[in-house]
């Protein structure tokens, strides 16, 4: 499998589905990978990184006129509003693409 931020195919879907990875409340439950554990902190905190990228990678792949969907698994404002605002903001600055939500 290849992550999403590793193809060079720009510009050429009509639909694209960035169905990143995320955390939510639900995942405290399980005390094995509970990302809400001390030692997670790093980790929780770089994953909204991650997901602007992985973002960022899928709104390039779009033709022009093409429609993506952005889907987590929480209610975070954080992963969700936060992530699109901060992808949106970096494409602006480095591309001369038009992005519309």
Do not use: W
């Amino acid at each position: 499998h290849s992550c999403g931020k590793e193809l060079f195919d720009f510009g050429v879907y009509d639909r694209v589905l960035c169905d990143v990875p995320c955390f939510s409340d639900r995942h405290s439950i399980s005390s094995d990978d509970n990302l809400f554990a001390q030692k997670m902190i790093k980790d929780r905190l770089k994953l909204p990184e991650e997901q602007t990228e992985l973002l960022k990678a899928g709104l390039m792949y779009l033709k022009p006129g093409g429609s993506l969907v952005y889907s987590t698994c929480t209610l975070s404002p954080i992963q969700n509003e936060g992530v699109v605002n901060q992808a949106l903001k970096s494409l602006r600055e480095e591309t001369a693409n038009q992005y519309f939500v």
